[in-house]
Every structure is written in C-alpha cells, then in structure tokens.
C-alpha cells in the first residue's frame, strides 16, 4: 500500500482503508498540532507584554501555556516520527502486523485528543481570566 496516496478505492481490503484513513487522519493532527504550536506562541507574547502591565494572574497562565507549547512540540515530535515509521506499512505481510500498526495509532490518537482538550480548557479558562480583568476594567 502507498500511503502517499490515500484514495480509497473499491479493490482495498478494510486493512488498507483504515491504513489510508488513519493516514489521514495523523496528517491532520499534525496541521492541528503546527497551528496550536502557532497559537500558543502568540498567547505567550500576550501574555509577557500583559505581565509588563501589572496583571496579577498573567505569570500563572504564562507558566502554562509555555508547558503546553512544551508538550505540544514534544507530541509534533512524536507524531512526525509516527508518520515516517508508518511508511513501513507496506511490507507488512500478516495480520499481526497490521494489527500492530492500527493497535499503535489507537494510542497515539488517545494522547492527540487528551492533549488537544487540555489545550482547549487552558485556552478557554485564559479567555474568561481575559473577559473577567476587561469587565473589572470597565466597572472602574
């Protein structure tokens, strides 16, 4: 099987069509993963030039988002290796292998979503610490 091309066509067995779709699918966690990398170094920046401003919560959510940006390049990082070694799929020549490569990505789309949610929940409590400070602003 070429995982560069990740057409499913009527002659693949069920093997080969989760190979390609799990081929798909860690494409697009790494395209996730670079944007979140991406995100998360402007939320840093923010949150430094906010610190320079004297709020109080800002080196706390600081702290955070520097260890996820952290976990974040060290899960790119993994991911990327998984993607080379995936390119080995086709000399697989039994059902063991091929088990073994689906049982594999199970594991590394369980550590994806774990990651990306408590991405999403640093984020979101980010956003109302912002919303709270802006609505004490504006009380003043």
Known sequence: MNLLNTNIFKHDTEVD??????????SNWLMQLRFTK???????KLCSNSLNSNHVNDEE??????KMNQENNHLLS???K????REHIAECEDTQCDTTYLNEH???????????DRYIKLKDQFYVDVNKQLNL???D
């Open 82 to 85: 998984y993607m080379s070694i």
């Open 78 to 80: 993994i991911l990327h």
């Open 17 to 26: 069509k989760s190979h390609k779709l799990n081929t798909k699918e860690l």
């Open 38 to 44: 991406e995100e998360l170094t402007s939320l840093i």
């Open 61 to 66: 959510i600081l702290l955070e988002f520097e």
């Open 106 to 116: 199970k594991i590394h789309k369980k550590n994806y979503l774990q990651h990306m």
């Open 137 to 139: 602003d504006n009380n």
